[in-house]
């Protein structure tokens, strides 16, 4: 399914550009694109006026509606032990660079992401600033937050969950990475903007569910992102920027299409999962989950210490994750491996190195051993390798024993 914006060439493109600051950026760039009812214009010269961002405001039944809806605890999911500490080590390094799950239809990916968030800690944030910035990082703040600043105003704080944000399929340009109102620039001198869905995702999780059925002009622009960690919406000569950081998870069925090689390069982790065969654990995952459904609140509350457990133990990794090190000799056995495997460019070094630090710091050491890197190289490669149609060995098969012959690790 191609949008209207992929196909017409006068309506907004997108690209990355570098800013003056050396910064690679997403941009939107919306020229000649205008909202019904509002005037064409020649010879606009930009509006050199304070930026006023405006988020948008959610019904009271809404809000309601979604502290009403229960979460599936993530400590109650059966299986998918790879999936779990691929979206776990993300959140102790969100520079790790994201997830991609792939997998069989109803295989929980969308209810393990999800419930992902549910244990994630608050965050500090500026109140009523659409952003989620941060009230002492520069680097995590808004332009109006930034203004304020820097004029040494002080900013009203307050928390907030980690936002999840779920990216629809359908999902315009405008609406991912904002727009600004022309006719309010015109009639009253301001950027108003309006936040899209990268500015509500910030300092959060962005989930795609299907990102191989996604547009892949879309997909280019959450990737940029994602990796620079800023947004960019220009249009009419007014531009605006703002910070963009947040963990991108995507899913899908293999089965539904692939994503081309050099977007699946960009995530920093791939993990498969498979339909549970054994029909004791499928029997399991089906009682627990007629459990839930059937009251979720005391279900919930039956899971209520693990799920405390588990919070606790990403925030004490998080924080020890700065101790860890890693000995020179396994950094240049996993640039060995990277080279052996064949894999393009040196993100499979950076992510594997960052991924095993990550999960030493989850088991509580700060010494990385070479079992931690052994765990996360297939997580880290598989969907590095360069693809061969005759190939008889799966790519996570290929990883392992190159692995094990590097390392030398015996079965």
Not at 21 to 33: D, K, N, P, Q
Not at 332 to 358: F, W
Request: net charge negative.
């Amino acid at each position: 399914m191609k949008s209207s914006l992929a196909r017409s060439p006068g309506r907004a493109k997108c690209a990355a550009v570098r800013s003056v600051t050396g910064r690679r950026h997403a941009t939107v760039r919306s020229e000649g694109c205008r909202r019904p009812g509002t005037p064409r214009t020649r010879g606009f010269s930009p509006v050199l006026a304070k930026a006023v961002a405006e988020p948008e405001t959610a019904s009271a039944g809404e809000a309601e509606e979604k502290e009403a809806r229960p979460v599936y605890p993530l400590t109650a999911i059966v299986g998918q032990e790879e999936m779990k500490l691929a979206l776990c080590l993300n959140v102790i390094d969100p520079k790790i660079g994201g997830v991609m799950i792939m997998g069989d239809r109803g295989t929980g990916k969308s209810t393990t992401v999800r419930a992902l968030a549910d244990i994630l800690p608050e965050i500090e944030i500026v109140e009523n600033d659409p952003f989620n910035s941060s009230p002492d990082d520069r680097e995590l703040m808004g332009p109006e937050a930034t203004e304020k600043f820097n004029a040494g105003e002080s900013l009203p704080k307050t928390y907030m969950r980690v936002p999840m944000i779920d990216l629809p399929l359908g999902a315009t340009e405008d609406r991912v990475c904002g727009s600004i109102d022309i006719e309010r620039a015109l009639t009253g001198g301001v950027k108003a903007f309006e936040p899209g869905l990268l500015a509500k995702a910030n300092r959060g999780l962005l989930y795609v569910d299907e990102v191989n059925l996604l547009d892949d002009h879309l997909v280019d622009v959450l990737l940029d992102s994602a990796a620079s960690g800023w947004n960019t919406v220009e249009r009419e000569g007014i531009s605006i920027s703002h910070p963009a950081r947040f963990i991108l998870v995507g899913s899908g069925n293999p089965e539904e299409g692939e994503l081309r090689p050099q977007l699946l390069d960009r995530f920093g982790m791939m993990a498969e999962i498979r339909t549970e065969r054994e029909p004791e654990r499928r029997v399991l995952i089906v009682e627990e989950r007629q459990r839930f459904d059937s009251d979720p609140s005391t279900f919930r509350a039956s899971y209520k210490d693990s799920q405390a457990a588990i919070k606790d133990r990403l925030q004490e990794a998080r924080d020890r994750l700065k101790d860890v090190s890693v000995e020179r000799d396994l950094r240049v056995q996993i640039s060995q491996l990277c080279s052996t495997l064949d894999v393009d460019g040196l993100r499979g070094d950076l992510v594997t190195n960052r991924a095993a630090k990550a999960l030493c710091s989850f088991e509580g050491r700060t010494e990385v051993t070479v079992e931690d890197i052994g765990r996360v190289a297939v997580l880290c490669l598989r969907h590095r390798l360069r693809k061969d149609p005759l190939a008889t060995v799966d790519d996570g098969d290929k990883v392992k024993d190159v692995f094990d012959e590097i390392f030398g690790v015996e079965d």
